[in-house]
């Protein structure tokens, strides 16, 4: 079993489809960078459905147990849906099968939630920042209704897929007066919403401390509203905190890693749209699995690259934020989140 130096095995595989997107999301893709004149990645430069089913076949060999697709906009990869039936067919060394995980915007869901079902996703995940129409459509710069993301969220809903969250990403003057309405809205529902604390990944969304709202005041002002108390964590290694609401209305998540930091328990690796494995979400560099795929290596050379890898892993770049002066962040490199993933 893979273990870093911190001895954290790896169990959760996020693959990044593709580094498109239908939404131009200020905190993620602004317009003001990818542009029009955006030169996207060529197909021939994403990793094939059969590379990525190859890598995620050895990565369950090392103790992966989670698969979860994202992007860019998942959906927006033509045949998903096949995609996901092969990683449902894989099996870990034990003969179980492999947990599938999507996260989208939530823009196709209405048209592909029960071919997604079908195919065998068991686990969705919607990003969702506001249920204002105006601000949802400013943040999402596409004027995009947030009424057809809760059409799609309700189709997945009557699909059988399940559990399905909804991640709102909160930016003080932005969207954080929408806590309570998001917290009310979806209160006693079959979703579980999860708070993000507005983070500093890639250079292109501006990130400013102060623009942080931390996961302590989220969950304040829910439970001023709505009592709380804090549950455990359903599995090792998760990201989210959980609370429940003390009348039985379900739960909320907050997602804190800026202002109390998972990384003692992360156990996540990241595979780019072009095929390089990255070990934090925050990390400077990726390596290149795409060239070993494409140069003729055999599946015991791929997991012997994938394990030297994890086991060199000392990431923990949320824990050293604090430590760093603002001048440090702003030169540190950066990878954006559409083209790593989430």
Known sequence: ???????????D?????????????????????????????D???????????????????????KLRLTGGEPLLRRGVEDLIGRLAALRTPDGDRLEIALTTNGSALAV???ALKDAGLDRLTVSIDSLDDELFQRMNDVRFPVSRVLDGIG?????????IKLNMVVKRGLNDGEIEAMAARFKGTP?????????????????????????????????????LEEIPAAVPGETARRWRYLDGGGEIGVISSVT??????????????????????????????????????????????MASIWGARD???????????????????RIEMSYIGG
Not at 43 to 65: M, N, P, T, Y
């Open 1 to 11: 079993m893979l273990a870093d130096r911190f001895r954290r095995p790896l169990r």
């Open 13 to 41: 595989l996020r693959i990044s489809l593709t580094d498109r997107c239908n939404f131009r999301c200020v905190y993620c893709m602004p317009r003001a960078v990818f542009g029009s004149d955006y030169a996207f990645l």
């Open 43 to 65: 197909r021939d430069e994403l990793l094939s459905f059969d590379e990525i089913e190859r890598i995620a076949r050895v990565a369950a060999g090392h103790g992966v147990r």
């Open 112 to 114: 592909k939630a029960q």
């Open 155 to 163: 189709a997945a809903h009557a699909a059988g897929i399940g559990p």
């Open 191 to 227: 979703y579980t919403l999860r708070f993000i604390e507005y983070m500093d990944v890639g250079t292109s969304n501006g990130w400013e401390l102060d623009e942080v709202v931390s996961a302590a005041e989220i969950v304040a002002r829910i439970a001023a509203l709505f009592p």
């Open 260 to 305: 109390n930091t998972f990384c003692g328990t992360c156990n996540r690796a990241r595979i780019s749209t072009e095929g390089k494995l990255f070990t934090c979400l925050f990390a400077t560099e990726g390596h290149d699995l795409r060239a070993l795929l494409r140069g003729g290596a055999s599946d015991d050379e791929l997991a012997a690259a």
């Open 315 to 333: 990431d923990r770049y949320s824990e050293e934020r604090a430590s760093l002066t603002p001048e440090l962040r702003a030169a540190r490199p």
